[in-house]
């Protein structure tokens, strides 16, 4: 069962997205780390100290541990952010500036 | 813009707030972050995910629909996706600073002559070895995923901690199709009976819980904690074990639970930067006010989390009383009591419901035993358990600030709002009010014209320029 089907939703048509120039698919509407965790990628950034993987921690905006670079723009926080039509995804490795 | 009230904060006390004043004619303009009001509690799925049957119980729809529907109806300014990161006393009122999301970058300035404070609050999560992998959220969490972007992050979960949150957080995820393991709750049952006088009100939705745990065949643990999480790279398991009546991990209990999803949290806690930097009194972790929802500084009033976790009734209370107390005291009157004594009622009994929840779900009392050395506590830092034990028995440090400057423990993104909690309980030190300026990054340009004298006078919302 998906979690679409509880709230019987009815998405608008889904659209395009790259993670590492991969092809996801995201649902309108959604954050950028709603549409990864639907995509079944739970980490996308790695810490500036030691190079461990990190995703969504709090979800609402607090703790900065979802860190992303969406369309070259770094230390964008996935659980805010919402994910648009075409938007290039990176992994974020560190400070996001060494790239 | 000029307004007569700024409310911040569009969850439940917020949004009662901003009913109750603007009913009484005060001209109220509400802030808030999200793209669509009601906060963490009353999250929805995005319009564009056409959900088509709520989620929510119907008695808690019922009051979500009366305050968007009356929000929509009333004079209300509502600014959503506004972030405030400071509010500031001047000569004339109070401004009111917010960046325009979603890239928080655009400053927009609101002059008011009085605050209303219902910034809510975030879940407090302690930490235990391997709780930095990928795939261990806190339970609000995964809740503000799945109510708001109808995404579940595996197959497999485990709910663990404590407090009435977990819940809600395992039967939201067990509706989802996530299989819930198991829910784990540090309390003991036992717990509840002395409190019981003050939590009848709430058994008949404790029973509505169970049932539906008993519908998906969500397995109950009470009285044990997750002591480890397990993966390389991302979460494949974790081990749970029992506790013993002083909250002590009993050896020989641990066992391995195989997930992909760790939903964790142990409690709330408000956020109060707004009004630390106002100045307002805080008491312990709360802000302080009266009968009247006011704090110690004449102009700024607060509600709902933010003065004390409570939950999204006592909130609604609040807000209320605050609403209609801003709107007699801008008049320049006493307002009446009396004429909110059924709030008054509410706001006294859900604060006794929920002091006996907090005596209750408590985090275990020795949770700080599991952590080990290596474990990393300043997630943002990279901070470890070691380094912070270090600072205080072989460095000297007496107090949180020493400790931050010793080991860089808070100094990360997160200015310490997730790891302040653990850090405190590992030094032995009391919590410090963290005394932030600013409630969130603020781009330096933008900083640097909110110290413009000019700055006040503008009369309309500033754009980038």
Redesign the interface.
């Known amino acids: 069962?998906?979690?679409?089907?509880?709230?019987?939703?009815?998405?608008?048509p889904a659209f395009t997205v790259t993670l590492d120039g991969r092809e996801i698919e995201a649902?309108?509407?959604?954050?950028v780390?709603?549409?990864l965790?639907?995509a079944g990628v739970?980490?996308w950034r790695t810490?500036?100290?030691?190079g461990?993987?990190?995703?969504?921690?709090?979800?609402?905006?607090?703790?900065?541990?979802c860190?992303v670079t969406v369309n070259g723009?770094p230390n964008?926080r996935a659980?805010?952010?919402?994910v648009r039509p075409g938007d290039a995804i990176r992994t974020q490795e560190g400070t996001g500036h060494e790239d | 813009m000029r307004t007569d009230l700024a409310v911040i904060g569009a969850g439940p006390a917020g949004l009662a707030a901003s009913l109750a004043a603007s009913a009484r004619g005060v001209r109220v303009t509400l802030v808030d972050a999200a793209e669509t009001a009601g906060g963490q509690f009353y999250r929805q799925p995005a319009v564009a995910l056409g959900a088509r049957r709520p989620r929510a119980p119907h008695h808690q729809r019922r009051t979500w629909e009366r305050l968007r529907d009356g929000l929509a109806a009333s004079s209300v300014r509502h600014l959503a996706d506004h972030h405030v990161w400071c509010v500031e006393r001047d000569r004339t009122g109070f401004t009111v600073h917010a960046l325009r999301g979603p890239l928080q970058e655009e400053p927009v300035t609101v002059h008011a002559d009085a605050v209303l404070l219902a910034t809510g609050g975030y879940e407090k999560v302690l930490p235990f070895p391997g709780w930095t992998l990928p795939g261990v959220v806190t339970a609000g969490g995964a809740q503000a995923l799945l109510k708001g972007g109808l995404a579940v992050p595996g197959r497999t979960a485990v709910v663990a901690g404590t407090g009435p949150l977990l819940l809600p957080v395992a039967t939201g995820l067990a509706a989802a199709g996530v299989e819930v393991a198991a829910l784990v709750e540090s309390a003991d049952p036992r717990g509840f009976v002395r409190y019981l006088p003050s939590l009848a009100a709430k058994l008949p939705e404790a029973a509505g819980y169970a049932a539906r745990l008993l519908r998906h065949r969500v397995p109950f643990m009470t009285g044990h904690t997750v002591v480890a999480a397990h993966g390389d790279g991302r979460l494949e398991a974790v081990t749970v074990a029992a506790l013993d009546s002083g909250g002590r991990v009993r050896p020989g209990t641990a066992r391995r639970i195989p997930c992909d999803t760790l939903a964790v949290g142990h409690g709330m806690l408000p956020h109060t930067d707004l009004a630390e930097a106002l100045g307002c009194r805080i008491d312990g972790a709360d802000v302080h006010v009266d009968d009247e929802q006011r704090t110690d500084v004449p102009g700024v009033w607060a509600a709902g989390e933010t003065t004390g976790i409570g939950g999204a009734a006592l909130a609604l209370a609040e807000g209320h009383i605050a609403g209609r107390s801003v709107a007699a005291r801008l008049r320049g009157t006493a307002p009446d009591p009396r004429a909110w004594a059924a709030a008054d009622r509410s706001r006294a009994r859900l604060r006794e419901l929920f002091a006996a929840v907090d005596s209750v779900c408590a985090p275990p009392a020795h949770w700080t035993e599991q952590v080990t050395d290596d474990t990393v506590v300043c997630r943002c830092e990279e901070v470890r358990a070691g380094a912070v034990r270090e600072a205080v028995q072989e460095l000297g440090a007496g107090d949180l600030r020493t400790v931050k400057l010793l080991t860089r423990a808070g100094m990360g993104w997160c200015q310490g709002r997730v790891c302040g909690p653990a850090v405190a309980g590992l030094a032995g030190c009391d919590p410090a009010p963290a005394r932030r300026p600013f409630a969130r990054p603020v781009p330096l340009g933008v900083l640097a014209r909110a110290g413009h004298p000019t700055d006040a006078d503008q009369p309309t919302e500033e754009g980038p320029s």
């Open positions: 069962m998906s979690p679409l089907e509880p709230v019987r939703a009815e998405p608008d649902l309108p509407g959604q954050t780390a709603a549409a965790w639907t739970v980490s810490t500036r100290g030691e461990r993987p990190r995703g969504i921690f709090c979800g609402i905006g607090v703790c900065f541990d860190l723009r964008q659980c805010l952010l919402p």
